[in-house]
């Protein structure tokens, strides 16, 4: 049983480029949250969805970051034209049904911005 | 609003010393807590979690945690830490039974020989 999957591990773009970063939750998870890590920071929550929905967004930047879950295939983050700024790691976790008791964390995708 | 303040951002200790790495929460309502291991370059994995019950929470790796209501702490303790626990640990609480976890900035645990 595969735990949460992210790719790629490792991405460069250059400034103005588009960033997708794709997340494969547990096989039965239906939750899917996204968090991001700064140098030196915790991890602050992105965004959380179920399939097809967006159920909070409330930590998403309002310009250039989206995110969704389709019915089928991976959850994808998108982040367009990144900036310096936007380099950090981006870690997701997915849940079976939103609660506390089966929240599992990938292995996180490192986004540099050159 | 929800915060979580890990005190101490650095901890070095020797092998086989005793550690505790501490936390602090705000919030007006009950809340859930959880520990966080992360390795070098890799993601985080889950240490402990104190949903209700005992205040004392036993977790992998010989890692424990007290819940302390009244001081609105949540202290990770081992007896004798290992060169294999030198690691980000992180503390987190999460509002009720669903929604995103609230993270502290993490402290970095540093054993050495």
């Known amino acids: 049983n595969a735990g949460v999957m992210q790719n790629p591990r490792h991405l460069v773009r250059r400034r103005g480029q588009e960033a997708r970063l794709r997340c494969s939750p547990m096989?039965?998870?239906?939750?899917v949250y996204w968090y991001r890590q700064l140098p030196e920071e915790g991890l602050k929550f992105m965004v959380y969805?179920?399939?097809?929905?967006?159920?909070?967004e409330s930590g998403m930047p309002k310009e250039r970051f989206s995110a969704e879950f389709p019915k089928e295939g991976p959850s994808i983050l998108r982040i367009q034209q990144v900036v310096r700024g936007d380099s950090a790691a981006y870690f997701c976790?997915?849940?079976?049904?939103?609660?506390?008791?089966?929240?599992?964390f990938g292995s996180g995708t490192r986004l540099t911005v050159v | 609003a929800q915060s979580v303040t890990q005190l101490d951002s650095q901890v070095p200790v020797f092998e086989e010393a005793p550690v505790e790495l501490r936390c602090n929460y705000s919030?007006?309502?009950?809340?859930?807590l959880f520990w966080y291991v992360q390795y070098p370059n890799q993601g985080l994995q889950l240490l402990l979690k104190?949903?209700?019950?005992?205040?004392l929470v036993k977790g992998i790796n010989g890692f424990e945690a007290e819940f302390n209501k009244s001081q609105t702490s949540f202290h990770l303790r081992k007896p004798s830490v290992h060169i294999s626990d030198t690691a980000e640990y992180f503390c987190?609480?999460?509002?009720?039974?669903?929604?995103?976890?609230?993270f502290g900035k993490g402290t970095k645990l540093s054993v050495k020989p």
């Open positions: 976790a997915s849940s079976p049904d939103g609660t506390n008791y089966g929240y599992t």
């Open positions: 096989k039965g998870h239906s939750h």
């Open positions: 969805l179920q399939k097809e929905n967006i159920i909070d």
């Open positions: 919030s007006s309502v009950s809340v859930y």
């Open positions: 104190y949903l209700s019950g005992s205040t």
């Open positions: 987190a609480v999460m509002r009720g039974s669903q929604g995103n976890l609230i």
